[in-house]
C-alpha cells in the first residue's frame, strides 16, 4: 500500500494590518499593526521555520479595494488588505534568518512589466538560493486599472490570454538568455562572462515586445516555482499549462474534489504529469487543547471581526457591489470580471444551503470562504487528513487570524500531532524550494513543462548571440 502524502502547508499572509478576515488587527493579542516593522516578518520566519513550514506564501492587490459601495473607505476603516505593501522587500530579511523556508511572492501579470519583474525575481532567487517561488495573478481591481492610467478593465479570460504571452516571454528570459556555463569567472583570465553564451531575447508578440538580454546571471532555479490559482474554467487551464503549485478555497470537500481533479487534467492535457501540480487549499485553523476551548477561542476573535470589511472583501472577490443589497437578500449566480469560482461554490455547489448577504460579514464557516476548522487538536487534525484523502489535495495555505497565536498555536499543537500520525514532515528536505516540492527534479523546471522548451539551444529562434 502506498504510503499517504505528507500535507504541505503554507503560512498565507499579506503586507498589511490584516488579510482575508477584516479587522482582526484591532484584537488585544494581534500583532497586526507591526506590519510595518521588519522584526514582523523576520519573527514570522523563524516561527515558520521552526514548524517546518513549507513557504510564506504573500498575497497582494496593485489598487484598492473600492468594489463596496465604489469607495475604499469599507477596506480603509477595518484595515483590510488596505494599506498595503510590496511584498518583494520583506523577502530578503526573512531569507537571512532561515535556512529551508521558502517565499511565495504574487506578481501581476496584467500591470508589471516582464523585463524588469525577471530581473527581480531572479535576484531574490539568487539571495534565498532557490527558495522562491512567484505567484500569477492577472488583478481583478478596477481600481488598478484606473489607478496606472488604463482606460478600461481588461475582460477576466483575455487576461489569461495576455498572461500566456507574459509567460512565454518571462520563460525566454530566464531560461533561454544565458547559458549554464556562461559566467565564467575566471580570475585569471579577467573574464566574468563569455559573450558567446548569452543571448539577446528578440519577442515580438501581440502584447509585449522586448529586446535585450536578461539582466541577471542564471538563479538557481533559473525559473521560480510557478504557483497560479485560478479556478474558473480558463484558470485551471492557465495552471495546467504553467503552474507547478496552485491553490484555491472552498469549504466544500466536493468542490475541491471536483477542482482538483480538473487542475490534474489540465495538467496531462498540456503533456505533464498529473502530479506535476501541487494543489493548496485555503484554510482558516483555530486550535486549542480541548473543543471548548477553540469555540471559545472562535467566538472571542469573532467580537473582532468587521462586518462590513468582510463585506468589503467579498464585494472585491465576487465582483459584485454588496452595499446595494439587503442583509436577506439570497445570493444568486452572476457572471462577473472577478473571481468566477468563488461565485460558483456560494451557488451552483452550495449543497442547496441559500447563502444570504448578512450571511458573508461572519467570522464563521461561510459558503464561497476557505474550510474552518475549530475544534480540538485531534478533530482538527482529523479534518485536515479527511481533506487530503478525500479532496486529493497536497495541503493548505493557513489564512491569517490573530497573529502570532494562530500560527503558533498550530506550530506547537497541530504539527506534532500530524507527525504522528505521519502525516507532516520531520524534517526539511535539502534543495531549492523547487527540490523541497518535487524530490529528485533538479531545482530546475522538468522536460514536460512548456518552460522548459525555452531553453537555450532548444528554440534557437528565441534568442541571438549579444554581437561582439
Not at 481533479?261 to 493548496?280: C, I, N, P, T, W
Not at 469573532?302 to 465582483?319: H, K
Not at 457591489?321 to 437578500?329: E, G, I, N, Q, V
Request: negative net charge.
Amino acid at each position: 500500500m502506498a504510503q499517504a502524502k505528507e500535507i504541505a502547508i503554507n503560512a498565507f499572509s499579506m503586507a498589511a494590518p490584516t488579510q482575508s478576515w477584516a479587522g482582526l488587527w484591532a484584537h488585544p493579542k494581534s500583532n497586526g499593526l507591526a506590519y510595518t516593522d521588519l522584526e514582523f516578518w523576520t519573527d514570522l520566519a523563524k516561527l515558520c521555520e521552526r514548524g517546518l513550514i513549507d513557504c510564506v506564501f504573500l498575497a497582494d492587490i496593485l489598487g484598492a479595494n473600492d468594489a463596496y459601495g465604489g469607495t475604499p473607505d469599507a477596506a480603509l476603516r477595518s484595515g483590510t488588505m488596505l494599506p498595503n505593501n510590496d511584498p518583494m522587500m520583506l523577502i530578503s530579511a526573512m531569507a537571512a534568518v532561515t535556512k529551508d523556508l521558502s517565499f511565495g511572492i504574487t506578481g501581476n501579470t496584467t500591470y508589471e512589466t516582464p523585463y524588469l519583474l525577471a530581473r527581480r525575481f531572479s535576484t531574490l532567487d539568487h539571495l534565498t538560493k532557490g527558495r522562491v517561488a512567484w505567484n500569477v495573478v492577472t488583478g481583478i481591481l478596477k481600481s488598478t486599472a484606473k489607478a496606472v492610467g488604463a482606460e478600461n478593465q481588461v475582460g477576466h479570460d483575455a487576461r489569461y490570454d495576455i498572461a500566456d504571452e507574459y509567460m512565454e516571454l518571462m520563460y525566454k528570459l530566464w531560461e533561454g538568455s544565458w547559458e549554464d556555463d556562461a559566467a565564467v569567472r575566471d580570475k585569471a583570465a579577467r573574464v566574468f562572462a563569455d559573450p558567446s553564451k548569452v543571448h539577446a531575447i528578440r519577442h515580438h508578440g501581440e502584447h509585449y515586445r522586448c529586446e535585450g538580454i536578461h539582466l541577471a546571471e542564471p538563479s538557481p532555479q533559473r525559473t521560480p516555482l510557478i504557483y497560479a490559482a485560478g479556478a474558473s474554467t480558463r484558470g485551471r487551464a492557465f495552471a495546467g499549462r504553467h503552474a507547478e503549485a496552485t491553490f484555491m478555497s472552498t469549504n466544500s470537500i466536493g468542490f475541491a474534489k471536483k477542482t482538483v481533479r480538473a487542475y490534474r487534467e489540465e495538467a496531462v492535457k498540456a503533456g505533464r504529469q498529473a502530479d506535476s501540480l501541487k494543489v493548496f487549499n485555503a484554510a482558516t485553523v483555530i486550535v486549542a487543547k480541548t473543543s471548548a476551548e477553540a469555540r471559545d477561542l472562535a467566538a472571542e476573535i469573532a467580537r473582532y471581526s468587521d462586518e462590513t470589511g468582510n463585506l468589503a472583501m467579498f464585494s472585491q472577490w465576487l465582483g459584485i457591489d454588496l452595499s446595494k443589497y439587503a442583509p436577506d437578500d439570497p445570493i444568486t449566480y452572476v457572471e462577473s470580471n472577478a473571481i468566477q469560482s468563488i461565485m460558483e461554490a456560494m451557488t451552483r455547489e452550495s449543497g442547496g444551503r441559500e447563502w444570504k448577504v448578512r450571511d458573508l460579514g461572519a467570522f464563521a464557516k461561510v459558503g464561497g470562504r476557505e474550510a474552518f476548522f475549530v475544534g480540538s487538536v485531534d478533530e482538527v487534525c482529523d479534518e485536515m487528513i479527511r481533506w487530503r484523502d478525500e479532496a486529493d489535495i497536497d495541503g493548505f495555505n493557513l489564512v491569517r487570524t490573530v497573529e502570532p497565536g494562530g500560527l503558533t498555536a498550530f506550530v506547537d499543537l497541530v504539527v506534532p500531532e500530524l507527525q504522528n500520525r505521519g502525516a507532516y514532515k520531520t524534517a526539511y528536505r535539502d534543495g531549492t524550494m523547487r527540490e523541497k516540492f518535487f524530490p529528485g527534479s533538479g531545482g530546475r523546471l522538468p522536460v514536460d513543462h512548456v518552460g522548459a522548451t525555452y531553453r537555450t539551444g532548444v528554440q534557437a529562434e528565441a534568442a541571438e548571440s549579444v554581437p561582439a
